[in-house]
Every structure is written in C-alpha cells, then in structure tokens.
C-alpha cells in the first residue's frame, strides 16, 4: 500500500501570501490529521478531519483552515503568512476503529521570508 | 487537558548498550500512548502503543516500552542500541475521551545519540 503523501515537499512564500498544502492519505483511511512542527513549540495539533466533516482543532487562529475532499484527500490553508508559520507541515491519516495509531506523511516544509 | 514530558532533549549512548528514553504523561482516564520515531527530513514513524492488557509493549526495530500507571511514564527501551538507532524520538498521547478523535499531545522529543 502506498503511505501517506503530500505536496509540496518544500515551498517559499512571502508574508502575506497564502498557501494550500495537499495531502493523500492511505488508501481506506478516512481520517486526516494535520500537525505543525517548529523547534521552539515541537509537534502541535492543528485539526482532524472525518468524512469531510472537521471532527477536532487546535488551538490555532482562524488563518489556519482546512478540508477534507469525499476520496478522502485533505488540503490545508494558511491565509496570511506570517514569518512564525514556518514549519513543518505534517499530514497523517488512520484507518477506520476505535484506536489506531496515526501513520505520517513525510511533510512539507514551509519557509516564509 | 492532556500533556507529555520527555526530560531529556538528548540521550548519548553506546553502541550495543541498552537504551532508555523516558515519557511522563498527563491526562485524565486511561491513557493511549504511542512512540513515534523522526529521521532528518522525514516524517514520523509510528514505534509501539499502549492502549490496555500487559504493561510491557514490544514495537518496532526491537524497541519495546513500559507503561506504569503509578508513575505516569512510559519509557521507550532498547536491549542493545545500533548507531542506526540514531534519531528523534517522541512520546505521545491521545486522549481517551470520545470527542477527541484522533488528536495526539506530544512531548517535546528527545534526540538519541548512538556512538559507535
């Protein structure tokens, strides 16, 4: 089976610019998952999303959105870049039951200049 | 809310030397804990879980953890480290209520350095 993708792998935006990341998660998985990971705040929770519906979120601003697509696939957008939202973007996915444990995309890395 | 300690940003280690990195958590219940293991330029990838039964865990790569419910930890171990084993390292926790989904807390991560 293939894992978790997303794309880009590596962008450069401007501040103030916006930006959409994609992510495809494995095949039969329905859940999607979205973390930012910066060395000085680690690995944070942005939002999950279950059958198109956004099931949690983190304690982002509204300038953090996402969604998820009917086959599955999500996309996240930042609206409004700052220079802090540089980061790792990880997506993952878990397949359907109780308590299962979440497989990652390799990421993309953001870089806002 | 939930929360997770890794106490250490990096433990040095000898190659064939077992390896202990440790994990504290907080969270109300029982805990769903998980490890998970980052390469440079990689995504994570999932260790071992805890949800319920035998307190020893066995995962991956020959790495296993102990949850103990008294002291709140779950400490990754490794009988004999390779230089392979060389990566950042982060303990996890999902909070066993039924509105939290699958959101994961982690800890800060410690970085695993395996001298040969």
Redesign the interface.
Known sequence: KAGVTQTPRYLIKTRGQQVTLSCSPISGHRSVSWYQQTPGQGLQFLFEYFSETQRNKGNFPGRFSGRQFSNSRSEMNVSTLELGDSALYLCASSPPGPIYEQYFGPGTRLTVT | AQSVAQPEDQVNVAEGNPLTVKCTYSVSGNP?L?W?VQYP??????LL?Y?TGDNLVKGSYGFEAEFNKSQTSFHLKKPSALVSDSALY?C?V?DPGG???????????TRLMVKP
Do not use: D, H, S
């Not at chain 2, 330029?41 to 999932?46: K, T």
């Not at chain 2, 509105?99 to 991560?109: P, V």
């Open positions: 769903y998980f998970y330029n990689r995504g994570l990838q999932f879980k949800i982060f996890a999902r509105n939290a989904g699958n959101m994961l807390t982690f800890g800060g991560g």
